[in-house]
């Protein structure tokens, strides 16, 4: 046995080996709810889609428009000219979306991260960084050679503490929606601490986009209007259906990531299909707020017959409800479980998360049904 073998084997002991699990297609239908596996077809829990566009028809149609008039592939980064007129539509769409003055679209969330935080931080700042913080901004953390001091999972007195004891430039990063837990980050509080420490406050907002404030974000949500010392990230790959991400706050910000973001600099411009799709769900969000409306009545269904189940939902405040199940056999079981009963809902593993539990994600698209029949399937399990 070599090294990989080895220590893929020890993975496999520990239950925490992983695999690719591919989505079939399921005939005459794009439903994100529904997810075929080995040719089975399940009620999917497990879908970042929030708000079913990623199947929706305006979106697949704004892309092939895109497709046909520029092609498959962009053909070179922005700066080098692989950008279209479609790219800054997007971009005066988000800013306007965000009341912001500008926004900045990046290939992914994992690259928005990873490329804003080390061109915003240095190794003369500090970041003070949830602990329960995505993989990305942890890497972005580590790429920007920044003092980085990790606070407890949304605890700002803990953070104040911190603060008060570190000298210099300071930068808090937080996700909104935390993706593991579903609760909210209490940004109105952590936007006061930043404010008595001259800070910066970077906001991962990759599950709030398109679900919190009406699909504007979280500040919307809470009610705080964007300022010079508030940096918001988000996703167009979750809710909004599509692909990629964006940077949006001050222009002077934001020209700054153009000389400076590398993941912006040295990777090839998205394709004009998936920006025109971005485009288009800005659009469907800001016309139509039924989407939204039926999100939150899916959220508030489950998490009321998860409640009345004694289930343990942790601190979910949002369409991400986690069940904390207590140990990892427990939660291969329920996952089984549920497979069983042809709803789709994994277990999640430590190193993912510290506790190992079911993420369940509910979306638009379910329907009344779907949740009831979740709803039995753990029924059954508890009896
Ligand atoms: C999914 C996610 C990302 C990465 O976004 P991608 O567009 O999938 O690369 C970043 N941050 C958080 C909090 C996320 O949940």
Not at 151 to 180: C, N, P, W
Request: hydrophobic share 40%; with cysteine.
């Amino acid at each position: 046995m070599n090294l990989f073998d080895r220590n893929l084997e020890a993975l496999r002991q520990e239950n925490l080996l992983r695999k690719i699990g591919d989505r079939g297609v399921i005939s005459g239908s794009r439903n994100s709810s529904r997810i075929s596996i080995h040719g089975i077809e399940y009620i999917n829990f497990a879908s970042n889609d929030y708000l079913g566009l990623a199947g929706s028809l305006e979106l697949a149609e704004a892309a092939k428009k895109a497709i046909d008039a520029y092609g498959a592939g962009a053909g070179a980064s922005r700066l080098l000219a692989g950008g279209t007129e479609i790219h800054k539509q997007l971009e005066r769409s988000l800013a306007k979306f965000k009341s912001v003055e500008a926004a900045l679209a990046l290939n992914s969330g994992y690259t928005a991260n990873v490329s804003a935080i080390p061109a915003i931080a240095d190794e003369n700042c500090t970041i003070f960084s949830d602990e329960l913080n995505h993989a990305s901004i942890v890497d972005g953390c580590r790429l920007s050679r920044a003092k980085k001091i990790i606070y407890r999972h949304t605890d700002t007195g803990h953070l104040a503490e911190l603060m008060e004891q570190s000298k210099g430039r300071k930068i808090v990063i937080t996700e909104t929606v935390f993706s593991m837990d579903g609760d909210i980050a209490p940004i109105g509080d952590l936007r006061r601490i930043c404010k008595d420490h001259d800070a910066l406050l970077y906001l991962d907002d990759a599950h709030g986009t398109g679900v919190l404030g009406e699909g504007c974000g979280a500040l919307k949500h809470f009610g705080i209007e964007p300022d010079s010392a508030i940096i918001q990230m988000g996703t167009f790959s979750k809710a909004l259906g599509s692909f990629g991400a964006f940077i949006a706050g001050e222009k002077t910000i934001i020209d700054w990531l153009v000389n400076t973001g590398r993941g912006f600099i040295f990777s090839t411009a998205l394709p004009a299909s998936v920006v025109a799709a971005s485009l288009a769900a800005i659009e469907s969000i800001r016309s139509d707020k039924r989407l939204i409306e039926r999100l939150w009545t899916n959220r508030t269904g489950l998490f009321d017959g998860l409640q009345k189940l004694g289930f343990d939902t942790m601190k979910s405040e949002t369409p991400i409800i986690p069940l904390n199940t207590g140990s990892i056999e427990k939660a291969l079981g329920l996952s089984r479980h549920l497979s069983d009963k042809g709803i789709y809902a994994p277990a999640i593993r430590p190193p993912t998360v510290p506790t190992p539990r079911i993420r369940l994600s509910v979306t638009a698209a379910h329907t009344d049904e779907d949740i009831d029949r979740l709803i039995s399937a753990l029924k059954i399990w508890q009896s």
